[in-house]
């Protein structure tokens, strides 16, 4: 018998994959960890979110379902998530700290009012800050947070590959960059011979299918990684939301809408009503689906979820048992088309 407040046990268990070339293997499923202490990068609501004991409780059930791969960023919480992150380390052993693969990001301010960017010495400041509250010597993976207008991306790219020679960090990616960004930065990459972005990690889930068109072209033609955050769409892909209902007390549309509001349509609850019926076909539930759908999709290496409670990896297990063929896939993305 597990004891009281123990991580629950799990029939099956993540897989590893490569990510693009960049040597370092993620787990399928990433957690993710940008409501620890906040809710992601967002200033006015730094010290809210998942709790430090919540965290560390989600963290240990995480790691055993196989979810062996961490993404945090230095501004998620104000800094909380990074911390949350170095206590659970802090309590681990070799076997743990060992196999762990973190991934963490820079670009967001640290506070409201705080600087932010991609500047070369600010990037030298953040990581060396991010490795501090982590607790670790070493970053295996080291993103981007979103595109920089004001910088150079040869600036950019260049202190990231003082990093990766030094091997502070073991590669670099992008995230929240569109295809020309990320076009742009692998032909300077090449071109100046500097380390190249190995993946990308943008908004995608069956309600956001934009980069199918744009990103995964590059992501083939490049061999880079794909890991998707949102893959619920803040809630929306849950049956969380209904036509003609207010939202939940306490969800992500009352807390912070933005970014998802466009989701307010009649369209949208048309393809989320026929995507009800198409879990409820397959006796699972709507994020389960929804999650087991991203797996499927041949171009995403892994998919970032972001539970904020251990009750919430539920749909993440039920996912790993749902099987879908070619045809299947297809016909539950065309709901959202």
């Not at 911390?83 to 309590?91: D, F, K, R, S, V």
């Not at 809630?235 to 969380?240: E, I, N, S, V, Y």
Request: proline residues 6%; charged residues 25%; aromatic residues 8%.
């Amino acid at each position: 018998m597990r004891p009281s407040g123990a991580p629950p046990a799990y029939d099956r268990r993540v897989e590893q994959r490569a990510l693009g070339r960049s040597g370092v293997a993620v787990s399928h499923v990433i957690l993710g960890c940008g409501n620890f202490g906040g809710v992601g990068s967002a200033p006015r609501l730094f010290g809210q979110g998942t709790s430090r004991d919540d965290a560390l409780r989600l963290l240990d059930a995480a790691w055993d379902l196989g979810i062996t791969t961490l993404d945090t960023a230095d501004a998620y919480g104000g800094g909380r998530s990074e911390e949350y992150i170095g206590a659970w380390l802090a309590t681990k052993g070799a076997g743990v700290r060992d196999r762990v693969v973190i991934a963490t990001k820079t670009f967001n301010p640290m506070e409201d009012g705080g600087d932010r960017g991609l500047g070369a010495a600010r990037i030298r400041r953040q990581v060396e800050s991010s490795l501090r509250r982590l607790g670790v010597e070493r970053i295996p993976l080291y993103l981007a947070h979103a595109f920089d207008p004001d910088v150079p991306q040869e600036e950019t790219l260049t202190a990231f590959d003082e990093l990766v020679r030094h091997g502070t960090v073991g590669a670099v990616g992008a995230s929240n960059f569109s295809a020309e960004q990320l076009a742009e930065a692998l032909e300077i990459s090449a071109l100046e011979g500097l380390t190249r972005y190995e993946w990308v990690q943008n908004a995608f889930s069956l309600l956001e299918q934009g980069d199918r068109e744009t990103i995964f072209p590059l992501c083939r033609e490049h061999g880079l990684g794909f890991t998707p955050f949102a893959p619920l769409a803040g809630g929306w892909l849950t049956g969380k939301y209904r036509r003609g209902e207010e939202p939940p007390p306490g969800s992500r549309m009352t807390v912070r809408p933005e970014g998802s509001e466009h989701y307010r349509s009649g369209p949208t609850f048309d393809a989320l009503e026929a995507f009800e019926r198409a879990a409820a076909d397959r006796d699972v539930s709507m994020a389960a689906l929804a999650v087991a759908w991203l797996l499927h999709v041949p171009e995403v290496t892994a998919v970032v979820v972001g539970p904020n409670t251990v009750a919430q990896l539920a749909p993440v297990a039920e996912a790993l048992d749902v099987t879908l063929d070619t045809e299947e896939r297809a016909s539950i993305g065309a709901l959202f088309a």
